[in-house]
């Protein structure tokens, strides 16, 4: 399974180049911090599915805001398959349910020095970029 174990979650951009915005802290904020990022555990929750969770707490989306700090159940998030439209080719992305693509409210990405953005399914109406969550690995 692709989200499993210890990781990071990196933010890549939907669409061109899918350049690397980022990650997220713990909290499930995004920062383009790197010494900021959070670390997660993905544990298998069984058909395809997973869990996510870091120091903070359990990963949920509330409404359409993704957040983690233990304030509800945590959800059960799976891979964006291969054969949907518009994911990043042979980098397995996040999904809740059929939906995956993120995005803030500010009109750019965040910058080392800039305070985290929260992040929140894309309505398509948002001025700055819409990202894909994906997985770096730590060992």
């Not at 669409?15 to 010494?35: I, Q, R, S, V």
């Not at 959070?38 to 929750?45: C, D, K, M, Q």
């Not at 080719?89 to 750019?108: C, H, Y």
């Amino acid at each position: 399974m692709a989200f499993e174990g210890r990781g990071q979650i990196r933010l890549r951009w939907q669409e061109g180049d899918h350049a690397d915005l980022g990650c997220l802290t713990e909290t499930g904020k995004w920062t383009g911090n790197d010494e900021a990022c959070g670390v997660f555990v993905a544990t298998p929750a069984g058909n395809e599915l997973f869990n996510l969770g870091s120091s903070s707490g359990d990963c949920y989306v509330y409404g359409a805001t993704f957040l983690c700090d233990g304030g509800q159940e945590a959800f059960q998030f799976g891979v964006w398959p291969a054969y949907w439209p518009n994911g990043i080719p042979d980098v397995p992305v996040l999904r809740w349910g059929q939906f995956g693509v993120m995005a803030s409210n500010e009109r750019t990405a965040p910058g080392v020095a800039d305070a985290p953005q929260t992040l929140h399914l894309t309505s398509y109406t948002e001025p700055g970029k819409k990202v894909w969550l994906t997985w770096k690995k730590l060992e």
